[in-house]
């Protein structure tokens, strides 16, 4: 290749490389180009997400569409074939009673003077009861149970399948304070048979807490199996909280009561809570502290299975206790119509309204199991209620009801005091009497003067227990009495709102063991009084012709400690009784000081020693038994 060629070839290099220079864009223009390359990416990529949204929006409207359609086709499709369909299933699960298994529940309410009752289609049952006259504790009204919760539901056979009625939906029929409650039978060609239902019959009054309950079956012998002899009736409801406190010594529990028996019997809460009776029952009691929901059978339920559980209320403070029954029912087979008549009671556990049916249902009102304890607590109520007719609020009650009491038992305080006061006079003898016999040998020796010696002045050595041996039915009669007083209920008197339950002046902000996280006021001027009784008690008694007493004084200082523990979280109106008591027995003993002459009782003993003593049959074998120890003593020194 020559010099020009070279030249030619370097040179077109040179202009090619030259104008590639020259064309570069700068870069404003590479800048620029960029974001229009960004803004084209960007307008595709918008593009695209509105494709998927319209091909989204396309197929949502294609299955919303398509949804429409088949709701159309329903809703075109015809309601015969519809209840047709339901029928065949129900048919299959519920045999004559297919129809009244379909169904939308209906609440229907009946009120009486003394209860609002709402009863529900679904079941035929009762599903609510509010007792018009009382309130909860934070002024709730009052409904005797939950009414989410409840079960009423009556069991048996029919073609080979059981029948529950909780799933039934009965038709009502409502005439006046009466309503029924029908579950009819379907025919052949499935209508509803009218000849042919389970029936329920509920009867109100309005003065009254007790209801007439019939359950009837009408043409029904073809239809529940002809090899069963009862029916299962279950019942179960949740308590809900009425009260301020639970009463620990208060008996909440399942009752009930054998036919032709009158005590009543419970379930244990504090063991299992499950009971089987096998026995026929007149009736049963799901009873709380205040109110009570009573089943009673006029002609007996065959057997029964009780049980009582606390587990919900330990979930939920709302709940106090659930209960439970199932019971059999007599069925015949054979008739066409059974009619097993029934009654139902919500209500309060007032003694003399629950006395007034003629039941025993005052019997599970605890008022003491010992017949003597039982009986002070009847006069105690006759009294009560008596002062209670006059409308006096029931602090002046008690105090009234504290004053009879005291003057029923004045003859015996006064013989016990006047005795009390002979003992003290003779202190200085008994005394002579045991230096007279200061060895352990002649203790026998020294009892039996002592006890010469009180004969002869009229003296008895426990003169200062009487009193408190005598009044102690009364103390356990009352102890059970108040707290079960329905009439306290809620009841205030001077700085206690509620008479039946603590008055608290004072909310600790801790709990004490044994005593609680409140004051009780009452419960603090009850153990004052009876500490200062006590301590007056005490120095009046006389240990030196008893040693053992001196252990009694102990056990005398103890109790009160013991009662302001006890009764903190007790029934005010028991405390305040309590407290009056003493106080009453304060002025009592002033009385007698002022009655019994001490130099007079000086004088009478004196006569007394000159009159010759008979020995009685007591003395007379204490005297052998002491001869009998002390031969004893030298058998023992040979």
Known sequence: MNKSSLFGFILIAAILFGWMWWMQPSQEELAEQKRIQDSIMMARREAAILDSIRLAEERQNEETLEALEQQKALMEMDSATIADRQFRINKDKYGAFASAAMGEEQLLTVETDLQKITFTNKGGAIKEVELKEYQTYDSLP????????????????????????????????????????????????????????????????????????????????????????????????????????????????????????????????????????????????????????????KNGFSSAKLSVSTEKGKQNPKYFKTMGSSVEIPYDFHADVNEFPMSMYFGPNHFKTLKSYGLNLQRQIDVGNFFLIRWINYGVIYVFNWLGSYGWNYGIVILILTILIKILLFPIAFKSYKSTAVTRVLKPEIEAINAKYPKEEDAMKKQQAIMNLQKQAGASPTAGCIPMLLQFPILIAVFRFFPSSIELRQQPFLWAEDLSTYDSILDLPFNIPFYGDHVSLFCLLMTVTTFIYTYVNNKQMDTTANPQMKG???????????????????????????????????????????????????????????????????????????????????????
């Open 552 to 638: 009694m004084k102990i056990m005398m200082y103890i109790m009160p400690i013991m009662f302001l523990g006890i009764f903190n979280s007790y029934s005010a109106g028991l405390s305040y009784y309590y407290m009056l008591a003493n106080i009453i027995t304060f002025l009592q003993m002033f009385i007698f000081r002022k009655m019994i002459d001490e130099d007079k009782v000086r004088a009478t003993i004196e006569e007394n020693k000159k009159k010759p003593a008979k020995k009685s049959r007591f003395m007379q074998r204490l005297e052998a038994a002491q001869k009998a120890q002390q031969q004893q003593l030298k058998n023992a020194k040979r």
């Open 142 to 297: 009052l409904i005797s149970f939950d009414p989410e919760t409840s079960i009423f539901d009556l069991s048996f056979f029919s073609n080979n399948r059981i029948i529950n009625t909780s799933q039934l939906y009965f038709e009502p029929y409502v005439n006046g304070n009466q309503v029924s409650m029908r579950a009819y039978v379907d025919d052949i060609n499935g209508q509803r048979n009218e000849n042919q239902y389970l029936e329920f019959v509920y009867t109100m009054y309005d003065d009254n807490y007790m209801l007439d309950f019939d359950l009837r079956t009408v043409g029904l012998k073809d239809v529940i199996a002809d090899n069963i002899n009862y029916m299962d009736l279950n019942w179960q409801v949740d308590l809900l909280q009425h009260e301020k406190d639970v009463d620990r010594f208060i008996n909440t529990t399942v009752y009930y009561k054998a036919m032709n028996e009158t005590d009543v019997d419970r379930v244990n809460d504090r063991k299992k809570g499950e009971e089987t009776i096998n026995s026929s029952i007149n009736w049963l009691s799901f009873k709380e502290r205040f109110f009570c929901n009573v089943l009673v059978a």
